[in-house]
């Protein structure tokens, strides 16, 4: 008889003080399901809008789902301003803790800069990590004008939006029409810190890059690919979505395959004396 699990309703209070609200489409969403957890990341900018359905198609195949809201995001730029990386790590890392204590394994999913924090969990937390999903995962960028960054930060606060970078119309991930340069100059300082990670992780990983991708360039695969410590890697080519394929025409490929992946990497559970 399996043994009864708490329900995991209970969260800590978030650390960052945030004076907006949050935007309904970006609230996070949680779901019990069986034993196996699965813990799913947006990106920068983002909101967990971005992986909802992707989330709710986990749910609705039994597991028990995370997809929470990373800290400045969801709500105004201004938010996102005054947090940093450890702010968006540590959210997700308390998710992890939540899971690990209530599932049998653990599986994590992260979309772009929410594939480096993931990264970054499965190095430090090694065989608690079942696998690892990563969709057009970012800890690296050859644009040169991200050298320009503290200068820049000189004359102004913000740039442009760089998300909704979806081929398929009329989808919108519910980001932010100002990137906040403190908050990217942060993104620059987690994708060092995972790169000098990689070799410490070994789970197995399933990289699902979009061909054309405005975003993300080529490098952060490549670096990943070579990095990791991981023997059993697979690297999915997405043809018809830009960067935030969990919205786009692909959709429904990245949903499958990671549950074939999960499928592959499950654990049997062990029968527990009556």
């Known amino acids: 008889m399996r043994p009864s699990r708490q329900r995991r309703l209970s969260r800590a209070t978030p650390a960052v003080v945030e004076p907006y609200p949050v935007r309904p489409e970006a609230a996070p969403f949680h779901a019990d399901g069986d034993r196996v957890g699965v813990l799913l990341c947006h990106g920068f900018t983002g909101s967990p809008a971005s992986m ?16 929470p809201r990373l800290p400045g995001h969801g709500t105004h730029w201004r938010d996102l301003a005054e947090t940093t990386w450890t702010d968006w790590y540590a959210a997700v890392e308390q998710e992890f ?58 004359v102004t606060s913000t740039v442009g939006a760089i998300g909704n970078d979806i081929s398929k119309p009329g989808v919108d991930e519910c980001g932010y029409p100002r990137t906040p340069l403190r908050a990217l100059g942060s993104v620059l300082e987690l994708w060092a810190d995972v790169r000098g990670q990689l070799g410490r992780v070994h789970q197995p990983l399933l990289l699902l890059r979009s061909r054309t991708d405005r975003v993300v360039d080529p490098s952060s695969a490549r670096i990943i690919l070579a990095g990791v410590a991981s023997s059993d890697v697979e690297e999915v080519v997405l043809e018809h979505s830009y960067h935030v394929a969990t919205l786009d025409h692909d959709a429904p490929l990245v949903f499958a395959r990671t549950e074939e992946f999960i499928a592959a990497h499950r654990r049997p559970e062990r029968q527990e004396a009556v």
């Open 52 to 67: 909802r359905p992707f989330a709710e198609h986990l749910a609705r195949a039994g597991r028990t789902v995370a997809l």
């Open 97 to 154: 803790n939540v899971l690990r204590r209530s599932c049998g394994q653990v599986f994590l999913v992260g979309l772009s800069m929410g594939g480096a924090l993931a990264l970054r969990v499965a190095a430090r937390y090694g065989a608690d990590v079942s696998g690892l999903v990563l969709v057009n995962p970012a800890v690296n960028s050859t644009d040169r004008r991200l050298a320009a960054l503290p200068l820049l930060r000189r």
